[in-house]
């Protein structure tokens, strides 16, 4: 039975060299090793004296650091469970951030909602994984492309199906308007100009390495932009607020 660890860093300061060698590095060294618990820890900083409003800065700047992370970290990994982890750090982040404004209710209600079909992302992507890893028999992409011929369609296509969620496409964008609504101008920027873009790459990227073909694939993607453009301009035109 592995032993779990709990680790978090402080919203209390800007991200350094030595939050990366005391705690970032470690993280990724022990995830094979242990059971681990990462966070950012608030509780802990205001046991000591804060400026209010200084913590609160500092805390969205943490999460949003940990979302970049995440996002490189999917964008440039080449193991598909990395992959996924990735993704759900950049998620995790992103849900707190946009329920960043938690003195209204239309904010706390729109992160709940984003992390309530987040993590039906997260699962429907886990578990593709899952089928994956049982056909290929490992994570790296390398030994995924040398048997994607023969893995079952199921693996891939929740993969796709939970990419698809997180990426807002029709009919799984209903968290997007809420979420850009509420959150913080800064975070709303992100999501719309980095997060939304990452994840459709990796999920064109996964998609093509576990054996779509690219004519499926582009048909696919042909008809779910008209899907999101139709469908935005029509529930637009209909709005009355």
């Not at 300061?13 to 993280?27: E, F």
């Not at 209710?105 to 699962?123: I, L, N």
């Not at 089928?131 to 023969?150: H, I, Q």
Request: with cysteine; glycine share 10%; hydrophobic share 50%.
């Amino acid at each position: 039975m592995k032993k779990r660890v709990f680790s978090g860093i402080q919203p209390t300061g800007n991200i350094h060299i030595g939050n990366y060698l005391g705690a970032v590095q470690r993280w990724v060294k022990q995830q094979e090793e242990f059971d681990n618990i990462f966070c950012i820890v608030d509780l802990h900083a205001i046991t000591i004296q804060q400026n209010p409003k200084q913590l609160h800065a500092k805390t969205r700047e943490v999460s949003g650091l940990l979302m970049a992370a995440g996002i490189t970290g999917a964008l440039l990994a080449n193991d598909v469970f990395v992959i996924y982890l990735c993704t759900v750090l950049s998620s995790a982040s992103a849900y707190a951030l946009v329920a960043f404004r938690r003195h209204t209710d239309t904010a706390v209600e729109a992160g709940f909602k984003y992390a309530v079909m987040g993590a039906m992302g997260s699962a429907l992507v886990l578990f593709g994984v899952g089928f994956v890893y049982r056909d290929s028999g490992g994570f790296v992409l390398a030994e995924v492309m040398a048997v994607g011929g023969v893995l079952a369609p199921i693996g891939p296509a929740l993969i796709v199906a939970g990419y698809a969620i997180k990426s807002a496409l029709v009919p799984a964008h209903t968290w997007l308007p809420d979420a850009h609504g509420r959150a913080p101008s800064s975070v709303s920027a992100m999501l719309s100009g980095i997060y939304i873009e990452a994840n459709l790459y990796v999920m064109i990227r996964l998609a093509l390495m576990m054996g779509w073909s690219p004519r499926v694939l582009g048909f696919l993607l042909v008809l779910l932009a008209a899907l999101n453009m139709t469908v935005g301009n029509v529930m637009a035109l209909r709005q009355t607020y």
